[in-house]
């Protein structure tokens, strides 16, 4: 029997609240590892009308000017104009850092130095910052490996900031929210159900003042120029029975931290798979390399999608935990929902024999101390909105799919030897 369902991702859109705390916590790792590699952050951020706090746990010998990384930030992400209740130049800025905590620090110290040609025992004696449970997920719905839900929620969020930063559709303002509902058949995606759209903007529009034409408006532009786009190279697309919400409340004006406060590491599901696959519960945004929360559910997505490039799974999801100071995962976990093309215990050995997933062997292969300075003081803080998995705008390591064929070869000569 056929089964059908129904499965909602949601993104948003650089200027939400949440998001902007991530960049800035992550526009601050950038500054600090571009400085200096072996600096341990934890940075927390949060944001209310006219105010941003800048918290957490800091030790570095970078010098940087934390309240000037905020207050640029947030201009780039466009909030100028102090009639949102939120600008750049006028927000007060407060900071408030400790330096990290010795006891955790001692499990770690030698993380960012571990050489190119690091020993087993060199990797080992490198703990993992923090306990804790990480997941990583590929599937063949997308080109990029992601599900397709969370895919086009991302796509259209993009789209939104595009159209607004271009000046295409200028009324809109930052802070905005999509959601994608797709149904399926089997497991496979066969149609758009409903798209959402929450966006911020103005009051008027042109000449246009009353409420119920604006949102009119704004409905008729964000189906032809964020929308349509969206789907011009996917398969699954709306159709006539497809429903189309536009700020369901009946407008948004009041928006940004304006119209909430925002914190880091609150929209965890929106920086991974939609909800689509588990998660760890651990957020990233603002956090070094040694925290695997972070570094290890890069390692895990990269684990996935090889798999999947390999064509040894339409599904796979990964699972490592890991314990404070301790560098080996304590378990680690294949699980491939019936699609694999071999047993997911024999993939699992094939994951132990070829991938690194100790902590310093993550961050060196992954260059994950180095890039802020290599990519010219800015790397994270790109992922921090729209994604950390399945970018393909960015040039991200742990999206490559660079051992597919290694895989493929293992996985045919066990076959071959059974």
């Known amino acids: 029997m ?3 369902y129904l499965f909602t991702s949601e993104s948003v859109t650089e200027g939400h609240p949440d998001k902007i705390c991530d960049q800035i916590s992550d526009t601050i790792l950038d500054a600090l590892l571009a400085q200096d590699p072996t600096s341990r952050v934890a940075a927390e951020v949060v944001v209310n009308t006219g105010l941003v706090l800048i918290t957490g746990e800091i030790t570095s010998k970078a010098q940087v000017n934390f309240v000037d990384l905020a207050r640029k930030k947030i201009a780039e992400i466009g909030y100028t104009d102090a009639v949102n209740g939120f600008a750049a130049n006028s927000c007060s800025v ?3 850092l400790d330096e990290q905590s010795p006891d955790i620090a001692q499990g770690v110290d030698q993380a960012h130095e571990t050489r190119e040609q690091a020993s087993d025992e060199e990797l080992d004696a490198v703990g993992a910052g923090d306990q804790g449970i990480m997941f990583g997920f590929a599937c063949n719905e997308t080109p990029e490996l992601m599900p397709l839900p969370i895919s086009l929620a991302h796509r259209i969020a993009r789209k939104l900031a595009a159209v607004r930063k271009t000046g295409q559709l200028p009324y809109l303002r930052p802070d905005g929210k999509t959601q994608v509902t797709v149904a399926y058949e089997d497991g496979r995606p066969v149609g758009i159900d409903t798209i959402l759209v929450s966006t911020q903007h103005t009051a008027t529009i042109g000449d246009i003042t009353d409420t119920a034409a604006v949102q009119a408006k704004i409905k008729e532009d964000l189906w032809t120029y964020v929308v349509q786009p969206c789907f011009a190279d996917i398969n699954v697309k709306p159709d006539a029975n497809t429903r189309f919400l536009v700020n369901p409340t009946g407008k948004f004006v009041i928006g940004g931290p304006q119209g ?3 914190l880091t590491g609150r929209k965890i599901i929106v920086d991974t798979y939609g909800g689509y696959s588990r998660h760890g519960g651990g957020a990233f945004s603002g956090k070094d390399p040694t925290k695997v929360d972070r570094s290890a559910a890069y390692a895990c997505r990269y684990v996935a999608k090889n798999i999947v490039a390999a064509g040894l799974a339409e599904k796979c999801e990964v699972q490592l935990s890991y314990a404070i100071g301790v560098a080996k995962p304590v378990s680690i976990l294949v699980e491939t929902f019936g699609t694999g093309k071999i047993d997911d215990m024999r993939l699992l050995e094939l994951v132990k ?15 994950l101390s180095k890039l802020p300075a290599e990519r010219g003081g800015r790397f994270y803080q790109d992922v921090a909105a729209y994604g950390h998995m399945g970018r393909e705008d960015l040039d991200l390591p742990w999206e490559q799919t660079d051992k597919a064929n290694l895989l493929k070869q293992a996985a045919s000569e066990l076959l071959s030897a059974v």
């Open 2 to 4: 056929t089964r059908h």
């Open 260 to 262: 909430d406060s925002g």
């Open 353 to 367: 024999q070829h991938f690194e997933l100790r902590p310093a062997g993550i961050i060196r292969n992954f260059n």
């Open 94 to 96: 407060l900071v408030a």
